[in-house]
RNA sequence: GGAGACGUCGCAUAGUUCGGCCUAGUGCACCACCCUGCUAAGGUGGAGUCCUCGUAAGGGGACCGCGGGUUCAAAUCCCGCCGUCUCCGCCA
């Protein structure tokens, strides 16, 4: 939800980030209407109210004829009452309706342009190469007995899997590393529930534009969480929380469930593109002004983690048509798959600034004790996708994959994964 | 799934019988000041959230789980929903 004070001084800044999306800046106007409709009709709603309730402590404490004067004299004032606060709940809801429609207003500077306008900030680590054909994830993966692709269709379909011996472990290993890297910094672990009621998911967004996205459970009317971020941003809805101390950083693990509905024929092959994997989110509830500052620490976190692996990527910083509605800016960061040669994403992190926090009425206090909406932001510390990225990079050419040695620790030690007796 | 009880301004509670005396009382915690010399107690005052009008001082309105209804008037009566607790049933 955008700021209405934002909208109504300041406009311009509104219609500048609609376009830069390649949205479409009339809604700004519209919503300018609505909310001046709105407030109409609320101040003569609330003058009626006043004069109601005059007239009802009168009524209170007359008797006899008196009362049945003032009775007589205040029932039409009763119809008007209700009329207007019925004309008054319209308008709100028209204004929520038109604001909603406005997405957050990104931050100045970020590139505009759609999918392909990204801009690459940095890249970092050497492209492996092979002195031999590479094999592909998914080829590595059953070789080493750690991904059966055909199990996963048999029991639940296209884009299912199970991992299976060293690949199960290898994703606990991933998840715990990223888990303690986590603690170091000081995040609070949460394991979160996936399954959500709908006025969470409303809340963080996810029922506009992903609503294709989600698995929906009709006979409980609750959703499946696509990402834990939804569950992490509804924690401290409705709450007004304390960021004296600093920022509140939750480290969600969820596995995550997509629906994939538009991408059919897309990434078909392998675990690039499931239908359920896992995830280790990172949440930050901190101050409006600290935002941007904290946005850096994620990404460095993440870079963190990347460079650990040894994977090599490329941070980018992702053009404005290609936002989610609530992120005012989101870095992308792609890690080398070398059978594809390309970079494919494995982390995501976005700044949502006050944008989320006030559609789940997320506030802090501020110095002078008035509250205020705090901003969010979240990003990605470890998905079963990033496992394409390390079987691959570290492949030997007798097949083998060598284990990155901050996973060791996590493996017994185990360094070199083997194929499996075939 | 069945039966019952319950949901009040941070926490704990009063108020719901019989609608208006509720501008929602009290205790704890909180803030300021006073008193007092001592790991404390006491006194006085303040303080909820949200919207809205106003440069401001200061007004007005909404909120007693949520949403409807009855009424001149609803914390209080009626209906639906959500949640919590207890007992029973079922159960990976």
Known sequence: MIDPVLLRENPDVIRASQVARGSDPSFVDVALDADAARRAALAQFEELRAEQNVFSKKVGQAQGDEKKALLAEVAQLAAKVKEANAAANAADEAYTEAARKIQNPIIDGIPAGGEDNFVTLREVGTIPTFDFEPKDHLELGESLGAIDMARGTKVSGARFYFLRGIGARLELALMNLALDRALEAGFIPLITPTLVRPDIMQG?????????????????????????????????????????????????????????????????????????????????????????????????????????????????????????????????????????????????????????????????????????????????????????????????????????????????GLSVITPVGV
């Open 204 to 412: 963080t967004g996810f029922l506009g534009e992903h609503s294709d996205e989600i698995y929906y459970l009709p006979a409980d009317d609750l959703y499946l969480t696509g990402t834990s971020e939804v569950a992490l941003a509804g924690y401290h809805s409705d709450e007004i929380i304390d960021l004296a101390e600093g920022p509140l950083r939750y480290a969600g693990w969820s596995t995550c469930y997509r629906r994939e509905a538009g991408s059919s024929g897309k990434d078909t092959r392998g675990i690039i593109r499931v239908h359920q994997f896992n995830k280790l989110e990172m949440f930050v509830y901190t101050l409006p002004e600290e935002a941007e500052a904290e946005h850096d620490r994620l990404v460095a976190w993440q870079e963190g983690m990347l460079q650990s692996l040894g994977l090599s990527y490329r941070v980018i910083d992702v053009a404005a048509g290609d936002l989610g509605s609530s992120a005012a800016r989101k870095f992308d960061i792609e890690a080398w798959v070398p059978t594809q040669g390309a970079f494919r994403e494995l982390t995501s992190t976005s700044n949502c600034t006050t944008y989320q926090s006030r559609r789940l009425e997320t506030r802090y206090r501020t110095e002078s004790g008035k509250t205020a909406p705090v901003a969010t932001l979240n990003g990605t510390l470890a998905t079963t996708r990033w496992l394409v990225a390390i079987l691959e990079t570290h492949q030997q050419a007798d097949g083998s994959v060598i284990v990155p040695e901050a996973l060791r620790p996590y493996l017994g």
